[in-house]
């Protein structure tokens, strides 16, 4: 039997919910018992992953701070409640030496990794939360802390919303927890070129001897958006299969490390971004 985590009746908001984390998050937040809004930027996928719900959607992008206000609108309208707001939405690009990085790409990452997950907890708060509290998780990533070629806008980015969530977490208790998950190398379509070419590989250098599924980070934010976890808020929970602790493995009979990724290949050559033009170059989401 599925556990219920208290979400009965309540209301969500899931960012980017149409593929990946972001589905299998709001799959997990309605099995639960939780109403949910679901927004992306196609909207066939948003109509589609809404009925498969049994929710509601609107079609946009986290970077315009009208669609965020028209989300929590339309939430309150149809479930006359906002209990939990799960920031998941997030852009990979620039990819490249920060020397070389765009103002204007760099600018964007910001608006969607870091703004966009600032103003929809704005737009949740002036209109619900401030009086009857709720939930916040942000989606950031294990690699958040770790420095590598290539992918310097995404991880500076990613690391501010470590720090938001943690301001965030002091400055709104106690009505609203808010934590983050970071997830490591899991397996969605954007990551595909990262585990594809040498899963067994990469799996076999992680102490949980596999990669992650979207539903593994999934059940993590449901914990955290329930009443299991009332006395947890400005914490970042981990869900990498271990990948930072793999430097304790034993050694193989050889003498060496036991193989394996780090949940990010930095020099592989990636496919476009999420929610991208075909000719972009990115890199996944940890």
């Not at 709001?26 to 589609?48: I, S």
């Not at 309150?76 to 997030?90: K, Q, S, T, Y």
């Amino acid at each position: 039997m599925r556990p219920s985590y208290g979400l009965q009746g309540r209301a969500a908001v899931v960012t980017g919910a149409t593929r990946g984390i972001g589905h299998a998050v709001a799959r997990e937040l309605a099995a639960a018992g939780a109403r949910v809004c679901v927004t992306a930027r196609d909207a066939d996928e948003v109509r589609r992953t809404a009925a498969e719900l049994g929710g509601v959607g609107a079609a946009g992008s986290v970077a315009d701070p009208d669609h965020l206000r028209a989300v929590v609108d339309l939430t309150l309208r149809e479930f006359g409640r906002i209990d939990v707001i799960v920031n998941n939405a997030a852009t990979n690009l620039p990819y490249g030496p920060l020397m070389d990085v765009d103002p204007l790409a760099w600018r964007e990452a910001f608006t969607v990794n870091v703004e966009a997950p600032l103003r929809l907890v704005q737009c949740a708060w002036q209109a619900w939360m401030h009086e009857h509290g709720g939930a916040v998780i942000n989606v950031c990533t294990e690699g958040a802390g770790h420095v590598g070629p290539d992918i310097g806008a995404y991880g500076t980015s990613k690391a501010a919303l470590l720090h938001l969530t943690q301001q965030l977490a002091g400055e709104l208790a106690p009505k609203v927890r808010v934590n983050s998950v970071s997830p490591g190398l899991v397996r969605t379509e954007m990551a595909r070129f990262v585990w594809e070419p040498g899963e067994e590989e990469v799996a076999a250098g992680l102490p949980l001897g596999r990669i992650g599924e979207p539903e593994d980070v999934a059940r993590a934010v449901v914990w955290l958006a329930s009443d299991a976890a009332q006395w947890v808020t400005g914490a970042d929970l981990l869900v990498d299969g271990g990948t930072r602790v793999r430097a304790a493995r034993a050694l193989t009979s050889r003498g060496t490390p036991t193989p394996g990724g780090t949940g990010l290949c930095r020099h592989a050559t990636p496919p476009r971004g999420r929610d991208q033009p075909p000719t972009t170059r990115s890199l996944p989401p940890t």
